[in-house]
């Protein structure tokens, strides 16, 4: 069949390779897709959240399943579009309602969906720009470090942990005031949990669920996870302290009650559960829900996954998970993120790129590239590549991937030397 992914960041890539690999797919299209992942499909110029352009292109190549990569397209309602579209109702689609996406698109509605099904998470309050009084009051009370979010979707940059009460009430205020638009229109001020983190990754179909590989992934831009929060620097699948006596924790205290809230509230939801997780103690807690893969996760996860991306998502569009069975890669991954100068802030694009040809060991998968006037490789975004590496053990593989990625030039390009340096 011919199936359309929308999105078009190393998450898209990591996932088109995959796609790309199976029996069943007869041709795969990206929208809008990046210079890398037009060696495994046609890239359309057309952005995820022009719903029109997307039914155009779906009626034209006649896509038997649309999946979708991002955040965004689906808290704004590409699903519900198609599916009240009499023209695009018959077509499978993989990923969440816009109410489903609610659990990644407001951080408020994700915690009261947790206290709902009693899933362990960190307490909180949340905060709008009417009660901000309240709020800095609030913050006079709360014992550092402190951990504001916005509600609403920040790229994944909207997540502000400060050691200072003083700080915290600058934040907060500087938050509601617009810092990151109307994302930040609500803020949550949540307890800070300490321990390590990692994701856990679930396909389902809305009744029965399978889980992908596990990774960690490293969100801060310097050495030590300091700095302003990024996108996402690196990441190690399978993160060796997650044993299965806290993957059985996870299941029964985390994925289960999620699966019933979901059934509970009649949410529709075929499509990916991403759940950043934090154990304390050896005890899960729910940081966040995304509502999609994560990135650079996926790079690593989607490296592991030996069972055929496409027919698992077909399972689950159509219902029928519960047959699917997962087969994963018994040698561990491991990504390291190649970013503009000056990423997470302001950053120059279109800087030539070259030595990836040079690359033997590791899998380069595009995040932020677009071809130029001259048809030459260039940077086009934030977060450029993701070098992705196979090794016996974690260590290994990062080798490998800092090998490939010293191979790599652009001009201001950079990445953290440290990525599992806590494991």
Not at 87 to 109: H, I, M, N, T, W
Not at 127 to 149: D, R, S
Not at 213 to 236: E, H, L, Q, W
Not at 331 to 359: D, H, L, N
Request: charged share 20%; hydrophobic share 40%; with cysteine.
């Amino acid at each position: 069949m011919n199936v359309l992914l929308l999105g078009g960041g190393g998450r898209e890539h990591a996932m088109a390779w995959r796609l790309s690999q199976s029996p069943l797919c007869k041709q795969l299209f990206l929208a809008p897709g990046n210079a890398g992942t037009s060696e495994f499909g046609q890239n359309l110029a057309i952005n995820p959240l022009d719903f029109a352009a997307l039914k155009t292109a779906v009626l034209e190549h006649r896509i038997g399943l649309v999946i979708c990569g991002p955040e965004e397209p689906l808290v704004r309602g590409v699903q519900d579009f198609f599916r009240a579209d009499a023209d695009l109702r018959s077509v499978r689609f993989l990923g969440p309602s816009a109410e489903a996406a609610q659990l990644e698109g407001s951080k408020a509605y994700a915690k009261v969906f947790m206290e709902e099904q009693g899933i362990p998470t960190a307490g909180y309050r949340s905060f709008t720009a009417a009660t901000l009084e309240e709020g800095l009051e609030y913050l006079n009370h709360c014992q550092p470090p402190i951990v504001l979010k916005a509600d609403g979707l920040a790229a994944g940059k909207g997540v502000v942990i400060l050691n200072d009460a003083g700080e915290a009430r600058t934040e907060l205020q500087s938050m509601l005031e617009g810092k990151f638009g109307a994302a930040s229109a609500e803020v949550v001020v949540e307890e800070f949990l300490d321990g390590i983190e990692f994701s856990v990754f679930v396909l389902t179909d809305g009744e029965s669920y399978r889980l992908l590989p596990v990774a960690k992934d490293y969100k801060r831009i310097g050495v030590g996870d300091t700095g302003p929060n990024t996108g996402g620097m690196g990441s190690v699948s399978h993160p060796p302290f997650v044993d299965a006596d806290l993957m059985a924790k996870v299941e029964q205290r985390v994925i289960k009650p999620t699966l019933r809230g979901i059934q509970q509230r009649g949410l529709d939801y075929k499509g990916f559960i991403f759940i950043g997780l934090i154990a304390v103690d050896n005890d899960p807690y729910v940081i966040e829900y995304n509502c999609r893969m994560g990135d650079p996760e996926t790079q690593s996860v989607m490296a592991r996954l030996k069972t055929d991306f496409l027919q698992l998502c077909l399972q689950a569009a159509d219902g029928e998970l519960a047959a699917a069975t997962i087969e994963m890669d018994e040698r561990q991954a491991a990504t390291v993120v190649m970013v503009s100068g000056g990423y997470p802030g302001p950053y120059e694009q279109g800087k030539v790129i070259a030595g990836i040809e040079a690359v033997h060991d590791s899998m380069v998968f595009h995040a932020g590239t677009s071809r130029n006037a001259a048809g030459e490789l260039v940077s086009s975004g934030g977060r450029v590549l993701a070098i992705t590496s196979y090794g016996k053990d974690f260590r290994e593989a990062l080798q490998k991937s800092y090998a490939s990625a010293k191979k790599i030039h652009f001009e201001g390009g950079n990445y953290r030397g440290d990525i599992g340096f806590d494991l």
